[in-house]
């Protein structure tokens, strides 16, 4: 696989601050959602935003999840992403139901075991690249001392070992994405969660950064679920699920699609 310049994920990085084990990571559910419902009251009136999705998604799984707007979509992914609970069914995350949760085990939940990376950065201004990184893990716990050190050789990772001392406003937006995925990992999570990673970022960048995540599930093991509409995205991932009308569409492999500019259809 080829990595952006500067952005290389080597096994050896890879290993030094995400411990990954690919004999016991091999097809294991990470993200499992049962017959999950999902409904909104508004007024007198009921919304079905989910109306019963089932899904497994494996260790090392490089997913993405496709949808109209309103089709359901975006509340799929807060579901799995421990940011909201279904009315009915379940979602595990990595064997814990997470409606069985308090607010308290919850965040924990999400600090530790999902890494976040939204389409506008969403960085602490006022912070430098490595205090933006550092974060999570004061959060987490993590002593001042261990952060400190995770967090450069991360940066490092990812191509910005250069940049440690500077603030988001003077770097690029694919170098604040770069950032952003960084900052993901900092708790060493089981999944990454990446929302329209692509959106903002030119065409170069926005490939450097599925390039950069690809080496994430391919290099350490993580899990990466990604809302996009991004063609080339899909190209890059392991299967493809289509959420409409707040039901699973149809699940398929990246093997079995075929993706052209303007155009995704079944390979026959």
């Known amino acids: 696989m080829s990595m952006p310049t500067g952005a290389t994920l080597s096994n050896k990085d890879a290993r030094d601050f995400l411990y990954f084990d690919e004999q016991t990571a091999a097809r294991r559910v990470v993200v499992h959602a049962q017959g999950v419902k999902k409904v909104y009251q508004m007024g007198k009136i009921e919304v079905h935003a989910l109306r019963g999705i089932d899904l497994s998604v494996y260790a090392g799984e490089y997913l993405a999840i496709m949808g109209p707007s309103g089709s359901g979509k975006s509340t799929f992914f807060n579901m799995i992403g421990g940011l909201d609970k279904p009315s009915a069914g379940k979602v595990f995350i990595d064997e814990v139901d997470i409606a069985q949760l308090d ?152 093997a079995n699609i075929d993706i052209q500019v303007g155009d995704v259809s079944n390979v026959h």
């Open 103 to 254: 607010a308290f085990e919850l965040a924990w939940l999400r600090c530790r075991k999902i890494g976040y990376i939204f389409q506008s950065f969403n960085l602490i201004p006022v912070m430098t690249c490595l205090e933006n990184v550092m974060l999570p893990m004061t959060f987490a716990g993590v002593p001042s001392e261990e952060a400190f050190e995770r967090s450069g050789e991360i940066l490092k990772a990812v191509g910005l070992g250069h940049r440690l001392t500077h603030k988001p406003s003077q770097m690029s937006g694919g170098q604040q994405q770069r950032i952003a995925v960084a900052r993901a990992l900092a708790n060493r999570p089981a999944i990454v969660l990446a929302d329209e990673p692509t959106a903002n970022l030119d065409v170069r960048t926005g490939e450097e950064i599925i390039e950069l995540l690809v080496g994430l599930t391919e290099e350490m093991g993580v899990t990466v679920i990604s809302a996009t509409h991004d063609m080339k995205m899909l190209d890059k991932c392991d299967r493809v699920v289509w959420i409409r009308d707040g039901r699973c569409d149809r699940i398929e492999d990246r």
